[in-house]
T-cell receptor, first 115, second 114 residues
Framework: KAGVTQTPRYLIKTRGQQVTLSCSPI?????VSWYQQTPGQGLQFLFE???????NKGNFPGRFSGRQFSNSRSEMNVSTLELGDSALYLC??????????????FGEGSWLTVV | AQKVTQAQTEISVVEKEDVTLDCVYE???????LFWYKQPPSGELVFLIR??????QNEISGRYSWNFQKSTSSFNFTITASQVVDSAVYFC???????????FGTGTSLTVIP
């Protein structure tokens, strides 16, 4: 069974540009969440999607957005990139969305460098 | 507030030593879940274990064991007879009643020296 797949794995962007990252969840998983990992702030929750709807959002500016498609694949977009957006962006998937303690499974992440 | 604290930033042990990684949590939820993940240099967080707030039984899986104590809000992870392949960053995480929003500790970087 394939795991969570994220593309691209590595990318370099210039300040002011925008970037789109893609995530394909484990087959059968319908919930996708995104996390940002930086040395200074650690792992921080960005948002979660289930059934093409954003269910939860972390404390990030509106430049960070996402969406989910009918096949559960998800994309996240960061507009007007800043140097501080340089990070590892991790996507995670789980079977469902509820308060029942789903385990989330992570992809290998997309390493974004903003120069 | 939801918070996970991993006070140990870095630990180094010699191969075959036992090592315990500490995790202390705070939560306002009655029902919550605790997790441990391992992050090798490749970046992917690998799921190790999940525990719910109603199950305080300790768990052992091979060389790994976990000690959950609600009285001290701790969920510690012990590796017995450590191996070089155990070298990684280990994260403790908490999820509550907010869907799949996880709160992660800052991680403990474990180096096992051959």
């Amino acid at each position: 069974k394939a795991g969570v797949t994220q593309t691209p794995r590595y990318l370099i962007k210039t300040r002011g540009q925008q970037v789109t990252l893609s995530c394909s969840p484990i087959s059968g998983h319908r919930s996708v969440s995104w996390y940002q990992q930086t040395p200074g702030q650690g792992l921080q929750f960005l948002f979660e999607y289930f059934s093409e709807t954003q269910r939860n959002k972390g404390n990030f500016p509106g430049r960070f957005s996402g969406r989910q498609f009918s096949n559960s694949r998800s994309e996240m977009n960061v507009s007007t990139l800043e140097l501080g957006d340089s990070a590892l962006y991790l996507c995670a998937s789980s079977l469902g969305w509820s308060s029942s303690g789903n385990t989330i499974y992570f992809g290998e992440g997309s390493w974004l460098t903003v120069v | 507030a939801q918070k996970v604290t991993q006070a140990q930033t870095e630990i180094s042990v010699v191969e075959k030593e036992d090592v315990t990684l500490d995790c202390v949590y705070e939560t306002r939820d009655t029902t919550y879940y605790l997790f441990w993940y391992k992050q090798p240099p490749s970046g992917e967080l690998v799921f190790l274990i999940r525990r719910n707030s109603f199950d305080e039984q300790n768990e052992i899986s091979g060389r790994y064991s976990w000690n959950f104590q609600k009285s001290t809000s701790s969920f510690n992870f012990t590796i017995t007879a450590s191996q070089v392949v155990d070298s990684a960053v280990y994260f403790c995480a908490l999820s509550g009643e907010e869907g799949n929003q996880f709160y992660f500790g800052t991680g403990t970087s474990l180096t096992v020296i051959p």
